[in-house]
């Protein structure tokens, strides 16, 4: 069975800090990793994904997660944070198999304050 | 560009009383997945379904649950004798062959229970 654990439930930062947002999952069989945000009573919004090929992957809003397997980590950065980034964000696990479901952590709340 | 659809946004119910939320997937993705999310978790998987067969239901999805794909197209969640337990986000996502790892979610159903 897989899991995942994100390592802090509230992270406060200012604006135009870098932030991480800590990532780490348990699979006994290949992964795709996910990370997506969901903002107040809306659903998730894919924010970046890996599939395969580069560990480093980058979402269009300045967001990135890098894969190590040896850790079996999937961190979330962004160097310089906007207040427009305040939302909670969680991270997923498929396995590789053709079912396609996924695990998800418990979130983490990510706070800019000005 | 149409996304997944849920309707309605929200439901208040009595318990004991049924509910049946809907959920119109993205056009042309096969795969359809129900979660659930409670406060301060991240969503949990119900089922999934391959046009209309439903492939995987976990064990989270009790008697009182049945979920139903009749024509591979639209989905029917519905609850019976609710429970103030079942008070939560129904999520909906939808995948393509191309990729079914990769889910698109719908804004979600918020079911409150009286």
């Known amino acids: 069975a897989q899991s995942v654990t994100q390592l802090d439930s509230q992270v406060p930062v200012f604006e135009e800090a870098p932030v991480e947002l800590r990532c780490n999952y348990s699979?006994?069989?290949?992964?795709?990793l996910f990370w997506y945000v969901q903002y107040p009573n809306q659903g998730l919004q894919l924010l970046l994904k890996?599939?395969?090929?580069?560990?480093l992957v980058e979402s269009i809003n300045g967001f990135e997660a890098e894969f190590n397997k040896s850790q079996t980590s999937f961190h979330l950065r962004k160097p310089s944070v906007h207040i427009s980034d305040t939302a909670e964000y969680f991270c997923?696990?498929?396995?590789?198999?053709?079912?396609?479901?996924?695990?998800f952590g418990d979130g983490t709340t990510l706070t800019v304050k000005p | 560009d149409t996304g997944v659809s849920q309707n309605p946004r929200h439901k208040i119910t009595k318990r004991g009383q049924n509910v049946t939320f809907r959920c119109d997937p993205i056009?042309?993705?096969?795969?359809l997945y129900w979660y659930r999310q409670t406060l301060g978790q991240g969503p949990e998987f119900l089922t999934y379904?391959?046009?209309?067969?439903?492939?995987?239901k976990s064990r989270l999805l009790s008697d009182r649950f049945s979920a139903e794909r009749p024509k591979g197209s639209f989905s029917t969640l519905e609850i019976q004798r609710t429970e103030q337990g079942d008070s939560a986000m129904y999520l909906c996502?939808?995948?393509?062959?191309?990729?079914?790892?990769?889910?698109?979610f719908g804004p979600g159903t918020r079911l409150t229970v009286l």
């Open positions: 996502a939808s995948s393509s062959h191309r990729s079914y790892n990769e889910q698109f």
């Open positions: 699979s006994s069989v290949s992964v795709y």
């Open positions: 890996y599939l395969s090929g580069s560990t």
């Open positions: 997923a696990v498929s396995e590789g198999t053709n079912a396609g479901k996924s695990t």
């Open positions: 056009s042309e993705h096969n795969r």
């Open positions: 379904f391959q046009n209309e067969a439903q492939l995987e």
